[in-house]
């Protein structure tokens, strides 16, 4: 484990907030255990398309409202390739849990043992791992396991590989021998302690693969859906605690190589999806406008409304995206 950085240097990433109004959240997730429940693949036009899903923290709230979407309309791509926060809600919609993304942020964002400094302070990682991966799926809000090992769907998580500076591409069959990879992809930076699987030393995949569309392209499919976390006018800045990077993962050059490049990769990326979109290579979905949201969020109902920005986005592009699927 890296040695630790001081917590006053982290202000510049934006993750201090203060404790939200309380905010009833609205019904949008039907639990495992409602006689009602039903996963959402069940009956639904599966398409021969992938999901190409930006990481972003809290701002995956808008990629929840697009996937609740798409499943509340029985139109489901069969491959989600997720980054970060694309690879968490990415794991509920291969098992067709709809609503469950957004109800869970909402619902623990203003628990400090959910996604916060403190969590950090206390366990070594921002996203708690023990309670995100264990205490909230086996015991307070039970995951449905068959339901994902029996999906048609399939999700392919995105992490860092600080050895190689390199994006490692894990297809999640199995949650329950694989989960590290998941809690690999979803591991930020400076905030999360490494990774280890199978002899690789793995973080958040957005490091070195922020919007995987070239994988998504050379793995077969003819169909893109990428769903984007920052507005069209977004311009990532050169990283400001470079100094700090280099301070913690100075045993991984090509990792840090990637660290202080990735602006310039991460607009390039933008650039070219807009030039795609307008050519009808792929079908890109994006906040209409700049995204408020921190990374580590504790206001529910900002959090509510972002979940609602993305699913009425998908809403009014609905026909647009259909006709680009050929359906």
């Given amino acids: 484990m890296p040695k630790l950085p001081d917590l006053n240097l982290l202000n510049d990433l934006n993750l201090l907030k203060p404790t939200a109004e309380p905010f009833e959240v609205p019904a949008v997730y039907i639990p495992e255990s409602d006689p009602r429940y039903r996963p959402a693949y069940l009956g639904a036009q ?11 923290a809290m701002r995956g709230q808008f990629t929840a409202g697009v996937l609740d979407f ?11 390739i997720g980054v970060s926060a694309g690879a968490l809600n990415g794991f509920n919609y291969v098992a ?16 400090w043992r959910y996604l916060s400094l403190r969590s950090y302070a206390v366990t070594g990682n921002a996203l708690n791992t023990q309670m995100v991966f264990d205490e909230i799926p086996n ?7 068959s339901a994902y090992t029996d999906s048609p769907l399939q999700l392919i998580t995105v992490s860092s590989d600080l050895d190689l500076g390199e994006a490692d591409y894990q297809h999640l069959a199995d949650p329950t021998t694989q989960l590290a990879y998941l809690q690999a992809s979803a591991a930020i930076p400076l905030v999360s302690q490494i990774v280890e699987i199978e002899g690789k030393r793995l973080l958040d995949g957005g490091t070195c693969d922020s919007v995987p569309i070239e994988y998504s392209r050379a793995i077969g499919s003819d169909k893109h859906i990428v769903v984007l976390t920052q507005d069209a006018n977004y311009i990532k800045t050169p990283e400001k605690i470079m100094p700090l990077y280099r ?5 991984y050059p090509f990792y840090l190589d ?3 490049y990735r602006h310039i990769e991460y607009n390039r990326t933008y650039r070219k999806l807009a030039r795609m979109h307008a050519s009808g290579e ?3 979905i994006r906040p209409p406008e700049p995204v408020t949201v921190a990374s580590l969020e504790r206001d529910p109902k900002k959090l509510y409304d972002l979940w609602l920005a993305g699913y009425e986005e998908t809403q009014k592009n609905f026909k647009a995206l259909q006709s680009y699927l050929e359906l």
């Fill in 282 to 284: 792929v079908f890109v």
């Fill in 96 to 111: 067709g849990a709809r609503g469950r993304s957004c109800y869970l942020n909402t619902k623990y964002a203003s628990d």
């Fill in 70 to 80: 798409l499943m509340d309309n029985s139109l489901l791509p069969k491959t989600a």
């Fill in 258 to 260: 990637r660290l202080e």
């Fill in 139 to 145: 015991e307070l809000e039970p995951f449905n396991y």
């Fill in 46 to 56: 599966l398409v021969d398309c992938n999901l190409v899903l930006e990481g972003g």
């Fill in 247 to 251: 301070r913690v993962y100075n045993d």
